[in-house]
């Protein structure tokens, strides 16, 4: 079975300043894509940034990019610029590739991030 | 944008009843999905439908059903509330025939159960 390790139960940034949030991942599948999933107190999940598995280049959405590396199975979160709109839980998560119904996402414990003006 | 919607923010029900939680979604998805979130365990899947009348064991399915009698409603039961089921649970949904896509997921139902 795949699981999702995120080290860094809470992390602390300055705000305009960088933050890299950590995430591991076990798996023996070769298809995959790995997702960061942000959710603020309104509780609400928003999806952040997505890899699929096959791609080379490392995904980028704005202030926010990943360093995925295949290897090491390590799929770690850069926020560049942090503002205080940042702050909020951080949810690494996987999702198999592979066939199957649904493809249910994985998740990892989370990672508290808080910005501080 | 594509809603996902429960239908309590916030429930306290005593030990022993049986409790519903209602999940609606509009964009004619036809996965969806109940988690479980608890402090430092992340989410944890109790069950997932993949179709109308579809469903699947996820990881913690014990204590749990589920119905799904038209494509956009999902509902978790609890047969009979225990307070280990005290939790925030997170309804989700997913367009299957877009192969990476992710989870669209509601705000959340906190329960409280005494």
């Known amino acids: 079975a795949q699981t999702v390790t995120q080290s860094q139960p809470e992390m602390s940034v300055q705000e305009a300043e960088t933050v890299t949030l950590s995430c591991t991942y076990d798996?023996?599948?070769?298809?995959?894509?790995l997702f960061w999933y942000k959710q603020p107190p309104s509780r609400q999940m928003i999806l952040v940034i997505r890899q699929e598995a096959y791609k080379q280049q490392n995904a980028t959405e704005n202030r926010f990019s990943v360093n995925f590396q295949k290897a090491a199975k390590s799929f770690s979160l850069k926020i560049s610029d942090s503002q205080l709109g940042d702050a909020a839980m951080y949810f690494c998560a996987y999702r198999s590739g592979v066939g199957g119904y649904g493809n249910k996402l994985v998740f990892g414990a989370g990672t508290i991030l808080r910005v501080k003006s | 944008d594509v809603k996902v919607t429960q239908s309590s923010r916030y429930l306290v029900k005593r030990t022993g009843e049986k409790v519903f939680l209602e999940c609606v979604q509009d964009m004619d998805h036809e996965n969806m999905f109940w988690y479980r979130q608890d402090p430092g365990l992340g989410l944890r899947l109790i069950y997932f439908?993949?179709?109308?009348?579809?469903?699947e064991k996820g990881d913690i399915p014990e204590g749990y059903s589920v119905s799904r009698e038209k494509k956009e409603r999902f509902s978790l039961i609890l047969e009979s509330a225990s307070t280990n089921q005290t939790s925030m649970y997170l309804c989700?949904?997913?367009?299957?025939?877009?192969?990476?896509?992710?989870?669209?997921f509601g705000s959340g139902t906190r329960l409280t159960v005494v």
């Open positions: 989700a949904s997913r367009l299957d025939r877009v192969y990476g896509n992710g989870y669209t």
């Open positions: 439908s993949y179709d109308v009348k579809m469903k």
């Open positions: 798996t023996s599948e070769s298809d995959y894509y």
